[in-house]
């Protein structure tokens, strides 16, 4: 991870700004907090943020003061109400829509669904200036409702390649919301489990072969939150909320008759927004919990990389080198102390006795008694790093290879492939439930061995491969991992999942 622009400041390190648009005569802070607020929420109330972002922003604010500096501004957008529609109201326009879905057509977005366009088309303007700009520096996005639309769109309509600012995204009551997207859910009150209103009226049979998205609908509404921002991302819709769980189904996947009932369905409930209105006001979803999402939020800002005070200890690792920082904190967080004459070999491959001893001390040095028969034959109590390859074993992170008679061996002089760092970061975190379908790296396609652990260090950003001069990217999965490389995906790890 590259250092941010700007170090934090002895006082208060949150600056306000009034507008994104006054974004470029600021200087370039380590974060920026972008908040959406919601259909018909004021942009003169509670900051710009409407009631609800505004408390997740204190959630964030309140543990980085002082440590972390911070610009934050709320979008700048026209927030219009969900009645906002020009000619029929919504639910009516929903009910003429089920009708005559065969034939509808609208000419003209209705005014909110400009007005949803229009923040998307902001955000990404905001977004893309600031990567310019600023390149090192994180942003955190939050919205409710329309806000998380707005968010969801201009995410989807950039794409994997612009997500490596986005440090985290909470999207509230989101009408774009998506249940097949691998974010990361709360649990918090009653979650749903449905689509929300724009992918639920996202498609209508046109043909008997055939569907075509409609019209009406802001550009992007097709298209996923990207793969890489699910891990960074908290979804909370709670079950009933007819903007964000409008239907357990995509609407049009049935006959004319099925699809007309949908129709009327979600226009019935569309016309209660009962439990819309109650995120941070109920017992299943009170203020605190909105507190929470924003402490959540600030967990997922990357620390920077401070080298220590006192001179490196490793004669071979120069300020300049690649993975300098990755490998300083490597030092001082005690996972290696490199060899005997003051050396780290940076470029040495890692073996699989050296993966063990630093994934033990990454997990903290738990305590631990090696048994007094080995797990694995060619490991004896003797062996160096004895007890962090036991502890590998009794922590299902490495089962090794047959070796006959129901044991084992674990080879620890072999070299670690990168497919193989894959699988064990993988199984150290838990062994997380992958996606299926994903095809990140040209060189890892579905079915290559440890294809859902490398998928994962992918989508978790631990890994980005290299890009190819056609613009593929690769994994190189039976390339050895040298000790520098793995100082960085160990520091990544640590600091996104520590």
């Known amino acids: 991870m590259v250092a941010a622009t700007a170090a934090p400041a002895a006082a208060s390190t949150w600056t306000s700004v009034p507008s994104q648009w006054q974004l470029p005569t600021k200087a370039c802070t380590q974060v920026l907090f972008i908040g959406v607020r919601g259909s018909g929420e004021s942009a003169t109330e509670h900051g710009g943020y409407g009631r609800i972002v505004e408390r997740i922003r204190d959630g964030v604010r309140l543990p980085s003061e002082g440590k972390t500096t911070v610009t934050e501004v709320a979008l700048e957008y026209p927030a219009l109400p969900i009645g906002s529609w ?63 639309w707005v968010i969801h769109l201009a995410l989807a309509r950039r794409g994997n390649h612009a997500t490596s600012q986005i440090s985290g995204v909470a ?61 960074r991302t908290i979804d909370v819709c709670l079950a009933g909320d007819p903007v964000c769980d409008a239907y357990t189904h995509q609407i049009g996947q049935g006959s004319s008759l099925e699809t007309k009932i949908e129709f009327g369905i979600l226009a019935a409930r569309l016309g209660t927004l009962g439990v819309h209105t ?91 008694t090696p048994p007094t028969q080995s797990p694995f034959t060619d490991v004896t109590p003797t062996t160096q790093f004895y007890r962090e390859i036991a502890w590998l074993a009794e922590a299902r992170i490495s089962t090794g290879w047959p070796a006959g ?69 690769v994994f190189q999965p039976t390339s050895p991992i040298a000790r520098d490389a793995m100082a960085a995906f160990l520091f990544r790890y640590d600091h996104n999942f520590g």
């Open 86 to 148: 020009s000619g029929p109201s919504l639910v009516s326009a929903v009910l003429d829509i089920g009708n005559n879905f065969l034939t509808f057509d609208m000419t003209s977005r209705p005014g909110y669904m400009e007005s949803v366009q229009t923040g998307a088309d902001n955000l990404i303007e905001t977004l893309d200036d600031q990567y310019v700009r600023c390149p090192d520096q994180q942003v955190v996005l939050a919205g409710y409702s329309q806000g998380a």
């Open 405 to 473: 008679g129901g044991r084992a061996e674990f080879r620890p002089l072999s070299l670690v492939n990168r497919d193989a760092m894959a699988a064990f970061l993988y199984r150290f975190s838990g062994s997380p439930l992958v996606a299926p379908g994903i095809d990140d790296f040209v060189d890892v396609p579905p079915g290559t061995q440890f294809y859902n652990e490398i998928t994962w260090m992918s989508l978790t950003e631990l890994s980005t491969g290299w890009t190819t001069a056609d613009g593929r990217r």
């Open 171 to 231: 999207l509230i009551a989101d009408p774009g919301r998506n249940p097949l997207e691998g974010v990361a859910g709360t649990k918090v009150g009653n979650p749903s489990r449905g689509f929300g209103v724009g992918p639920a009226m996202s498609r209508v049979v046109t043909t008997t072969t055939g569907m075509s998205h409609l019209s009406i609908l802001p550009s992007g509404s097709g298209l996923h939150l990207p793969t890489r921002v699910w891990g």
């Open 278 to 368: 109650s995120y941070g006001q109920s017992t299943d979803f009170d203020p605190g919990n909105l507190l929470k999402i924003g402490y959540d939020l600030n967990d997922l800002i990357r620390p920077t990389v401070a080298p220590p005070v006192e001179p490196i200890r490793f004669t071979d690792v120069a300020p300049t080198d690649q993975f300098y920082n990755e490998i300083t904190w490597m030092r001082t967080r005690g996972l290696t102390t490199g060899y005997a004459d003051g050396s780290y070999r940076p470029l040495e491959p890692v073996r699989r006795d050296a993966m063990a001893a630093f994934l033990y001390r990454l997990a903290g040095s738990p305590p631990f």
